[in-house]
């Protein structure tokens, strides 16, 4: 999955202000259970809290029981990626919206094989739709297969 390769770039700054070693991936669960609770954001310069805040607002915020550990998260952040192609970023664009809007590296290789992935998920999906007899699922998968793939 793609949040698998999601890297804080501001993660010592983090690992400072919380006071114990942190991964650098953005979506393990120490990192996840540290930004929910751990942290005094004020003590952040403006520029990482901004960032850090806009992940929280984005990634974190669900009404599971077992928030932030739920799966939410990863899935709001696949979400973004795809949405972000099917508006018509590319890649690299996806990678330096990722890197200016949250402060995560992503390397564009990455999401390419994601999205690449995804269209493969996409059309499997049309295929058992069109085989249920559920035309309305089938276009609605080709219009995003479209969109990704543009």
Do not use: W
């Amino acid at each position: 999955m793609i949040a698998d390769r999601a890297r804080f770039r501001l993660a010592k700054k983090l690992e400072r202000l919380a006071g114990y070693r942190l991964p650098e991936l953005a979506f393990s669960g120490n990192m996840l259970e540290t930004l929910c609770s751990r942290l005094n954001y004020d003590a952040l310069d403006f520029a990482v809290r901004e960032q850090v805040l806009v992940f929280f607002n984005d990634f974190l915020r669900c009404d599971c029981r077992d928030s932030p550990l739920c799966g939410c998260p990863e899935k709001k952040f696949a979400q973004k990626v795809i949405e972000l192609r099917e508006n018509g970023l590319d890649h690299r664009q996806i990678a330096s919206f990722l890197l200016d809007e949250y402060g995560i590296e992503v390397f564009p290789t990455d999401i390419l094989s994601f999205l690449e992935e995804s269209v493969h998920v996409l059309e499997a999906m049309s295929d058992v739709a069109r085989l249920q007899d559920r035309n309305d699922l089938a276009k609605k998968t080709g219009e995003h297969i479209r969109l990704i793939e543009r």
